[in-house]
């Protein structure tokens, strides 16, 4: 089952951030991070979120400012549950799935997590969120590495092939009258 994170806050509030295929995000500055937040808040490799069996399991790598969720700073390892929120430096993200209940308790430990709340988290009948639709972004590299892809494709220089201006030209045409019939 995809995972999914959504953005809770800053300017890319509402986007949905997926799991790669592997199951596990790393968030951080560093290059090799998977989701890099250009923050000094945030550490350099901050924290590490795994989709495991038992539901989403975050781990503070050491980071100096903290990772948070609902509220309380975690140490070490910590299950995300559904509707809860992940605080990385000033960005949260959240679980998408039903709020549990406010409670005023520090989230569990992976190995305080009962059958129960597994099987809670897993038959959420409010979740309607499909991880497949137009707004998920599959995080293949940095966001600085796909930022510099688009700017390339964005500042193409034809008037050097004017034939590939010509063909750009004529596949734009084609999907227009396509779109107009």
Same mark, same amino acid.
């Given at each position: 089952?995809?995972?999914?994170?959504?953005? $809770?806050?800053?300017?890319?509030?509402?986007?949905?951030?997926?799991?790669?295929?592997?199951?596990?995000?790393?968030?951080?500055?560093?290059?090799?991070?998977?989701?890099?937040?250009?923050?000094? *808040?945030?550490?350099?490799?901050?924290?590490?979120?795994?989709?495991?069996e038992n539901g989403v399991v975050v781990?503070?790598?050491?980071?100096?400012?903290?990772?948070?969720?609902?509220?309380?700073?975690?140490?070490?390892?910590?299950?995300?549950?559904p509707g809860s929120i992940l605080k990385?430096?000033?960005?949260?993200?959240?679980?998408? +799935?039903?709020?549990?209940?406010?409670? +005023?308790?520090?989230?569990?430990?992976?190995?305080?997590?009962?059958?129960?709340?597994?099987?809670?988290?897993?038959? *959420?009948?409010?979740?309607?969120?499909?991880?497949?639709?137009?707004?998920?972004?599959?995080?293949?590299?940095?966001?600085?590495?796909? #930022? #510099?892809?688009?700017? $390339?494709?964005?500042?193409?220089?034809?008037?050097?092939?004017? $034939?590939?201006?010509? #063909?750009?030209?004529?596949?734009?045409?084609?999907? $227009?009258?396509?779109?107009?019939?």
């Amino acid at each position: 089952m995809a995972v999914v994170l959504i953005i $809770q806050t800053g300017k890319h509030k509402g986007r949905k951030i997926l799991f790669p295929p592997d199951g596990t995000l790393l968030i951080g500055r560093d290059a090799e991070c998977h989701l890099r937040l250009a923050s000094t *808040d945030v550490s350099r490799r901050h924290c590490e979120l795994s989709n495991t069996e038992n539901g989403v399991v975050v781990k503070d790598l050491g980071s100096r400012n903290g990772t948070f969720i609902d509220g309380f700073l975690i140490s070490e390892t910590a299950a995300l549950n559904p509707g809860s929120i992940l605080k990385v430096g000033n960005i949260e993200f959240a679980l998408p +799935g039903k709020r549990p209940e406010p409670s +005023g308790q520090k989230p569990k430990s992976v190995d305080d997590t009962s059958d129960d709340d597994i099987a809670a988290w897993l038959t *959420d009948e409010g979740e309607t969120e499909d991880p497949s639709d137009e707004e998920s972004t599959i995080i293949r590299g940095s966001v600085a590495e796909i #930022a #510099a892809e688009e700017e $390339q494709v964005n500042q193409k220089d034809y008037t050097r092939h004017p $034939q590939a201006q010509e #063909a750009a030209d004529i596949i734009r045409n084609h999907w $227009q009258a396509k779109e107009q019939h």
